[in-house]
């Protein structure tokens, strides 16, 4: 069982085009992280949620987490070829918990 | 500062040969992680220390890997037997606290033939 699902698996869009990823689970999470990976490297923090129905924003990408902190999305405003990449989210049900991690939505925005 | 640095960076086996990956996490962090990652795919958790606390192996796939982390710092993953399915970047990831932000490595990259 995946305690973690994130929709969709792939996603192709054309650059300038809006989107969005989703991270939903049937459990609530003390704290929610979205992570990116680029091809032959690791995957890169890009935010940390801990409260339900915050909204975070670096940039073009908001993110945020459900009220009942089961679920966390990730929207792209005007995708560049640059946002080409992984996108994992993962979570940790108490604080004492380890982390655990969705399969991921594989991105990719064609020039 | 350093990173996390993982070696070696690719590893080619024989199926039926061991090998050792080592990870050295950021100085200070308590919580290390092992994962694997086959081409295309997400995360599969391998492999949890935090601190003194003993070892979290319940994402280990068999009796032929282990894995070890000496002195709260240097980490060694250890499969034995390898078998062409073992295939797979493995990587690495250190964090001040459980559910703070995880630091990765590069990855090792493990090919059996």
């Known amino acids: 069982t995946q305690l973690l699902e994130q929709s969709p698996q792939f996603l192709s869009i054309q650059e300038g085009e809006n989107l969005t990823v989703y991270c939903n689970s049937s459990?609530?999470?003390?704290?929610l992280q979205w992570y990116r990976q680029e091809p032959g490297e690791g995957p890169v923090l890009l935010v940390t949620?801990?409260?339900?129905?915050e909204v975070k924003k670096l940039k073009r990408l908001t993110f945020q987490f459900g009220d009942a902190r089961k679920d966390s999305s990730l929207h792209i405003t005007a995708a560049q070829p640059g946002d080409t990449g992984l996108y994992l989210c993962?979570?940790?049900?108490?604080?004492?918990?380890?982390?655990?991690f969705g399969k991921g939505t594989r991105l990719h925005i064609l020039p | 500062g350093a990173g996390v640095s993982q070696s070696p960076s690719n590893k080619v086996t024989e199926k039926g040969k061991d090998v050792e990956l080592r990870c050295d996490p950021i100085?200070?962090?308590?919580?290390l992680y092992w994962y694997r990652q086959s081409l295309g795919q997400g995360l599969e958790f391998l492999i949890y220390?935090?601190?003194?606390?003993?070892?979290?192996k319940s994402g280990l796939p068999s009796d032929r890997f282990s894995a070890e982390r000496t002195g709260g710092s240097v980490s060694t993953l250890t499969i034995q037997r390898t078998q062409q399915e073992d295939s797979a970047v493995y990587l690495c990831?250190?964090?001040?606290?459980?559910?703070?932000?995880?630091?990765f490595g590069p990855g090792t990259r493990l090919t059996v033939l």
């Open positions: 459990s609530v999470f003390s704290s």
């Open positions: 100085s200070g962090h308590t919580a």
């Open positions: 949620v801990v409260t339900g129905g």
């Open positions: 220390f935090q601190g003194n606390s003993a070892p979290d």
């Open positions: 990831a250190s964090s001040v606290g459980t559910v703070n932000e995880q630091f």
């Open positions: 993962a979570g940790a049900r108490n604080r004492d918990d380890k982390i655990i």
